[in-house]
């Protein structure tokens, strides 16, 4: 992990909404455990109690509750506290951590894709504020991102299909979600070493063995 120096493994599921990265988490969670490994299954923003709480804050309500530098400054708050408290004493026994969405989330979702109109003399978001920001506060990265990606209207499908308080960013349009998708592989381009893209679409067993063959060389330095 960098900056880091633990002896366990991190990674991180990314991609739009609807992708299938939670479940397919979950999944791999499960069958590390039957392998007799220590798993921690946690997630962004969240993970820690005060994380959790900032949640709340930024996935609930009206699309445009917070600026996007407010947002982007929330986001970092609450990865903070999960970073301290959850990632690195998991790490560090050697547990192998799976996080639902990082730092890789925040760069595409408040630093590249937000519309700023608004901001006024204020700067607004991109992506080196949220490169800064990540540098200043958080400084790690994970071992290995899983980028999952799908057809931005699909995935919308499913997320409002799946209903729940927390569809914030689902409310916020088609064309937004088609710029997270192109963001998101530009990231796996600027990251090569780390990151993966895994198709999302498909029945979930052919979508796992992905997953499976992405991971397995890392997993095989634990």
């Known amino acids: 992990m960098s900056g880091g120096g633990a002896r366990g493994l991190f990674v991180s599921f990314e991609g739009g909404d609807g992708a299938g990265k939670s479940t397919q988490l979950r999944r ?4 590390l455990r039957d392998e007799g490994r220590d798993v921690v299954v946690t997630r962004e923003p969240g993970g820690a109690p005060g994380a959790e709480e900032i949640r709340r804050l ?14 982007l400054l929330l986001f970092n708050a609450a990865r903070r506290d999960h970073v301290e408290r959850t990632i690195l ?4 026994r050697g547990a192998v951590v799976l996080c639902d969405r990082f730092a890789d989330s925040t760069r595409v979702y408040q630093g590249a894709a937000r519309d700023v109109a608004g901001a006024g003399p204020l700067p607004g978001p991109d992506l080196a504020m949220a490169d800064a920001l990540h540098a200043l506060v958080i400084g790690i990265e994970p071992d290995l991102t ?24 689902e409310r916020l349009g088609l064309e937004f979600h088609r710029q997270v998708r192109a963001r998101f592989r530009a990231l796996a381009e600027r990251f090569p070493d780390r990151c ?27």
């Open 58 to 71: 930024v996935l609930e309500g009206e699309p445009g509750r917070w600026s996007p530098v407010s947002e």
């Open 89 to 92: 004493p998991a790490l560090a």
């Open 28 to 31: 791999l969670a499960e069958a």
């Open 146 to 169: 899983l980028i999952f990606d799908i057809d931005p209207e699909v995935g919308l499908g499913r997320g409002v299909a799946r209903g729940g308080e927390e569809l914030r960013f």
């Open 196 to 222: 993966r893209i895994v198709d999302a679409a498909g029945e979930p067993d052919a979508v796992f063995a992905r997953v499976r063959a992405a991971l397995a060389e890392r997993l095989a330095e634990v």
